[in-house]
């Protein structure tokens, strides 16, 4: 069986990343933890950051750095892939289904048993799992269905088969090509430097100017924001992702 660092060692939950503006930078548990349980909320849509996070997190390189910070833990790199999916499937049961934080001991070992019989060769395409379907077998089906699909539809079967079944499932609204090109358009007059504060004022004002509608979630914030240039006063950060996210996507 796998060494479960997730449940060993109470600084494996915060070994996490994103790669967000081209600069890699750590992510939180409290985030990822908070975002899950928002996802639940009516009409809360996971946001890409969580994704590209748990992307860069679940590679080869995000279990090497763990590796060298512990270079005295006898672990390998498997034990820590595995850990981390092991957190990214029993956070979201934990936090619908009224799970203890800390696993039990016949869930710890159902899941540890799924995990475990896994095969080594796609450990370096465990980014690809398919975490999105297991989610929302979370929103809509009782927890005991959701271990049964999960075993039925193991990861090493996502791994196998997940481009092939992503060719014809739909995930989540279709892009907005249309609003993220003109988003792009805005923000492609002011440059590299788009980013300063002054320009990134102006780009806001331009945006709002255009009728370009803000994220779902904005409005909901607990100071809503309509517009960008209100976004932009509360949660500057999130407007920078919003817009890297459009020009990524234009």
């Known amino acids: 069986m796998f060494v479960n ?3 060993q060692k109470p600084d494996f939950g915060e070994h996490n990343f994103s790669d967000f503006l081209n600069r890699i930078e750590p992510v939180e548990a ?36 763990y590796l060298r910070k512990h270079p005295d833990l006898p672990i390998t790199e498997r034990d820590c892939l595995l850990s981390k999916l092991f ?4 956070v979201p049961m934990e936090i619908r289904f009224g799970l203890p934080e800390s696993p039990d001991w016949e869930m710890r ?11 080594d060769h796609p450990m370096s395409r465990l980014q690809e799992f398919d975490w999105r379907s297991f989610y929302e077998d979370t929103c809509c089906q009782d927890l005991e269905t959701v271990l049964s699909r999960l075993r039925k539809r193991p990861p090493a079967a ?9 060719q014809g499932r739909k995930r ?19 440059g590299e430097n788009w980013r300063d504060d002054e320009h ?38 999130e ?3 919003a817009i890297q996210y459009s020009i990524d996507r234009s």
């Open 87 to 90: 957190q990214f499937l029993y």
């Open 30 to 65: 409290v985030y990822i933890r908070k975002h899950i349980e928002s996802s639940y909320s009516d009409e809360f849509e996971i946001e890409p950051y969580f994704f590209e996070m748990m992307r860069l997190t679940l590679s080869a390189g995000a279990a090497a750095a």
């Open 200 to 237: 990134l004022s102006d780009i806001c004002e331009d945006l709002d100017k255009a009728g370009i509608k803000v994220s779902p979630k904005w409005p909901k914030w607990k100071k809503p924001a309509r517009s960008f240039r209100r976004a932009r006063a509360e949660r500057k950060h």
């Open 158 to 166: 996502s791994l196998a088969h997940g481009n092939k079944r992503g």
């Open 109 to 119: 070992i159902s899941l540890e048993e799924l995990l475990e019989s896994l095969p």
């Open 5 to 7: 660092l997730y449940v």
């Open 172 to 190: 989540g609204p279709k892009a907005d090509l249309s609003r993220h090109r003109q988003i792009a358009g805005i923000v492609n007059e002011y």
């Open 239 to 241: 407007v920078i992702k």
